[in-house]
T-cell receptor, first 109, second 113 residues
Framework: KQEVTQIPAALSVPEGENLVLNCSFT??????LQWFRQDPGKGLTSLLL?????REQTSGRLNASLDKSSGRSTLYIAASQPGDSATYLC????????FGAGTRLTVKP | GAGVSQSPSNKVTEKGKDVELRCDPI?????LYWYRQSLGQGLEFLIY????????KSGLPSDRFSAERTGGSVSTLTIQRTQQEDSAVYLC???????????FGSGTRLTVV
């Protein structure tokens, strides 16, 4: 059974800082890995999708990497803004999709 | 439709009653997933459908939970004899198939009183 772990559980940074969120998974037989954002009381918004054959994906200030052999992914956020405050979830897809518990990010003005 | 639609958005029910939660996936999406998110917790996988069949039901918490999908489209998650611990947000997602981007609905917030 796929186990997905996210570190840290919570992170607080001042505005403008670059930061890295970590995700690890136990079974490397995956189709893809997806990073989501969840705002309090809201649904999930897909940020980046990395196929198993890819090493990274970029969207604006976000960059996600995937090292399938070691079972790791990172989400890099450049020049963080208060609007980036949310919970970031990593999800790994095999035949189904398993989520980590998330990293709660707070960016202080 | 343009997105994944879930109904109702909120449901308050008395303990012991049955509830049905509905998910209408994006048209053409063959895969459909149900998750549960309790307050302050991560997403708990419940079940997924490929077409009308459910290859993996291992996430269903108890035999009070069941789900079906008809016509490869709408899915219904049924909870019988609801308990207070069933209170959570139930999220549905769909994709064109395994390995493709997943789109989530806004969820159904279930409160059992």
């Amino acid at each position: 059974k796929q186990e997905v772990t996210q570190i840290p559980a919570a992170l607080s940074v001042p505005e403008g800082e670059n930061l890295v969120l970590n995700c690890s998974f136990t079974d490397s037989a995956i189709y893809n890995l997806q990073w989501f954002r969840q705002d309090p009381g809201k649904g999930l918004t897909s940020l980046l999708l990395i196929q198993s054959s890819q090493r990274e994906q970029t969207s604006g200030r976000l960059n996600a990497s995937l090292d399938k052999s070691s079972g790791r992914s990172t989400l890099y956020i450049a020049a963080s803004q208060p609007g980036d405050s949310a919970t970031y979830l990593c999800a790994v897809s095999g035949n189904d999709m398993r989520f980590g518990a998330g990293t709660r990010l707070t960016v202080k003005p | 439709g343009a997105g994944v639609s879930q109904s109702p958005s909120n449901k308050v029910t008395e303990k012991g009653k049955d509830v049905e939660l509905r998910c209408d996936p994006i048209s053409g999406h063959t895969a459909l997933y149900w998750y549960r998110q309790s307050l302050g917790q991560g997403l708990e996988f419940l079940i997924y459908f490929q077409g009308n069949s459910a290859p993996d039901k291992s996430g269903l918490p108890s035999d009070r939970f069941s789900a079906e999908r008809t016509g490869g489209s709408v899915s219904t998650l049924t909870i019988q004899r609801t308990q207070q611990e069933d209170s959570a947000v139930y999220l549905c997602a769909s994709s064109q198939g395994t390995g493709n981007r997943y789109t989530f609905g806004s969820g159904t917030r279930l409160t059992v009183v």
